[in-house]
């Protein structure tokens, strides 16, 4: 219901004129808060704008007042990472941007040229065969994809191997996993059709602050350089041997969420915020898990502007006992 009301309270403001950037990130952002409500459910939205659309590059600037309620303590902001992308030939003021992104992060940037032409940077520029036709990403901007492509990810940790062998170990598992996924169908004609010509998949490593405090960046990079290399002979191998084509992009470091919590390590590429912390998760009031965690004594508490449907959980974490963010040189 606050769905369809919002929306039709939103987009009657504009009738007669032509759908806007602002009107299409609020509709995403609407059904991105509705999807979460009631429940231990997830979003995940990237906004993808270009830099000379004011509206666009304005849409989270709480100062405005045409964007108080959706940045308001009941608004919907929050839902998509919005971003720039920026195509052959922008000519953008940075310095103007970053005074942006000190005041709420954001806009990010994602460029169309480097997702186009480059894999690895350390490979150079890639030849024409092997270019890519992406003009989207995934919400966290690590997959480049096509429209209508879907996003095909699993994830390593180095830091749960004792040698560089049991690392290549699971990197071949994890790419038989994706490769795997790619051979099935979806119910869109369109979808199979892009899957079929690209193969995409992402490998990604997980735990990489963990693995550096352990062990240093030159063996960080060896074992990533001997990873990748072993995907792309595993890829050549397989391709063959299934009579399709070999993956046009095979590798990601993803920013991570519940996988790194089951393994232990670090969030992808980052060092962590704290050592220890409060994890709060939304669970809907009537799942049976929520009275087995506040009879084991968990805090639980009704969450703020759903207090009939939803409650929140909290869960103390303890997480790898290395340096937080805050303690780490950006001269390292």
């Known amino acids: 219901m606050w769905l369809h009301m919002t929306l039709d309270r939103l987009l009657s403001r504009d009738i007669g004129k032509p759908i806007s ?3 299409i990130v609020d509709i995403c952002n609407c059904v991105g808060k509705t999807v979460v409500s009631g429940g231990k459910r997830r979003t995940a ?3 993808l704008g270009r830099p000379y659309d004011e509206d666009f590059i304005n849409i989270k600037d709480w100062n405005l007042p045409e964007n108080r309620e959706r940045t308001g303590p009941d608004g919907w902001a929050f839902t998509s990472n919005n971003s720039l992308l920026l195509d ?4 953008i003021d940075y310095d103007w941007f970053a005074e942006k992104q000190i005041t709420n992060g954001e806009p990010g940037f994602v460029s169309l040229p480097m997702m186009q032409t480059y894999g690895r940077l350390k490979d150079g520029v890639l030849p024409m065969e092997r270019r890519d036709n992406a003009i989207l990403c995934n919400p966290c901007a690590e997959i480049s994809l096509e429209s209508d492509e879907v996003c095909n990810l699993v994830t390593v940790s180095p830091s749960a191997h004792e ?4 690392f290549l170990r699971s990197i071949k598992f994890a790419f038989l996993y994706a490769k795997t996924v790619t051979l099935l169908s979806t119910h869109w004609e369109a979808t199979n059709a892009v899957q079929m010509r690209n193969r995409r998949i992402g490998c990604s490593v997980s735990g990489l602050a963990q693995f550096v405090e352990d062990y240093g960046y030159p063996t960080l990079r060896k074992w990533l350089d001997a990873g990748y290399n072993e995907i792309r002979r595993r890829d050549a191998q397989y391709s063959a041997w299934l009579g399709v084509r070999e993956s046009i992009k095979v590798t990601a470091v993803k920013p991570e969420g519940s996988a790194a919590l089951l393994s232990g ?6 060092y962590p915020t704290g050592r220890t912390y409060i994890r709060r998760i939304r669970f809907n009031n009537l799942d049976p898990l929520v009275d087995v965690l506040a009879s084991a004594g968990y805090n639980v508490e009704p969450a703020y502007g759903d207090e009939k449907h939803t409650v929140v959980v909290d869960f103390p974490v303890r997480g790898p006992q290395i340096r937080k963010e805050d303690e780490v040189s950006v001269y390292e």
């Open 88 to 91: 052959y030939g922008d000519e």
């Open 265 to 270: 390590s670090t969030p992808g590429a980052h």
């Open 163 to 166: 040698s560089i062998e049991d």
């Open 21 to 23: 950037s602002r009107n």
């Open 45 to 47: 939205l990237i906004a």
